[in-house]
């Protein structure tokens, strides 16, 4: 099964008095790239949910953004900071004394000082919070990775009409290569009995000749191994799995065998085949790029 590097999935789980919204978007990218924005309050899981997303995804620049919502009325608690009030208490009789004022402080006066009493949040139940985040996580990515396998269905169809395109090119070439070398050898033939007008022609140095141009504008083994590539390529598509990698390691060998049959035409027919097989050959190392 092929799969895309462009993919979206979004799951929101509810457990208890907690909410987990995950949403996870990936493109293209060499290796696995994963920009996790999550709140600080759970930042401490950021291991785990790396570890999580590699049973789903093997290549991808992949943007995870998670928000958490805590509904339960006892998150936090109130601290009263007895040392602190005592302080307060402290210098203000000193300052009543030192300037002859009464001292008229309240605990309601008092209370209201900096640091007197200040909210505290209560420890985290972890394994409580990873069972629900988790959930949220997997549901996320089994959505990414379905669009990913819906993506890479298409580049797999698209792929293979590119190849056999390619093939009908190969084919061709084969075709018309034998050609050249007998037109060749008619242009060759006809040229010397114009220059040697009724001279006899030395049948063995013509041949030598043919065969010297034939051994230069011959292409067999590059369109032998050419083709192997395309037939190799059309089988991995076939099997499936991460071979984003492998594919584009085939692409440049196909590519460079095209350059090889470029550089030896010497037939404008096969020139122009030889573009149009190069033009196809970078359409598919484009579209392997999308693929993990």
């Not at 394994?127 to 819906?150: D, F, H, P, Q």
């Not at 009409?161 to 061709?172: I, N, Q, R, T, Y």
């Not at 060998?253 to 090889?260: Q, S, V």
Request: glycine fraction near 6%.
């Amino acid at each position: 099964m092929i799969k895309s590097m462009t993919g979206f999935g979004r799951c929101e789980i509810t457990e208890g008095d907690s909410k987990y919204t995950v949403e996870m978007k990936s493109v293209n990218h060499r290796y696995l790239d994963a920009n996790i924005k999550i709140p600080k309050k759970l930042s401490f899981f950021e291991s785990s949910i790396r570890n999580e997303l590699k049973n789903y995804v093997q290549r991808g620049k992949i943007d995870l953004f998670i928000t958490y919502e805590d509904f339960s009325e006892s998150n936090v608690c109130i601290k009263y900071n007895k040392g602190i009030a005592a302080e307060y208490y402290g210098y203000l009789k000193v300052m009543a004394e030192d300037f002859g004022l009464d001292n008229d402080v309240r605990v309601s006066t008092l209370s209201r000082y900096p640091e007197v009493f200040s909210m505290e949040e209560q420890a985290v139940d972890e394994e409580e919070i990873w069972k629900g985040l988790s959930k949220a996580i997997r549901g996320a990515a089994e959505g990414l990775v379905e669009t990913r396998i819906k993506e890479g269905q298409n580049l797999a169809a698209d792929l293979k009409g590119k190849l056999d395109g390619m093939l009908e090119h190969v084919a061709f070439i084969e075709e018309r290569s034998p050609q050249i070398i007998d037109e060749y050898r008619k242009r060759l033939e006809e040229r010397v009995h114009e220059l040697l007008c009724d001279a006899s022609v030395d049948e063995s140095r013509l041949l030598t000749e043919i065969t010297i141009f034939a051994d230069k504008v011959c292409v067999d083994e590059e369109l032998v191994r050419l083709r192997s590539h395309i037939e190799t390529m059309k089988q991995a598509l076939s099997d499936g799995g991460s071979i984003g990698r492998k594919l584009d390691f085939i692409a440049q060998e196909m590519n460079r065998e095209a350059n090889t049959i470029l550089s030896k035409a010497n037939d404008l027919v096969i020139s122009n085949r030889g573009i149009d097989l190069k033009t196809e050959i970078e359409k598919v190392r484009e579209q392997i790029q999308n693929i993990e």
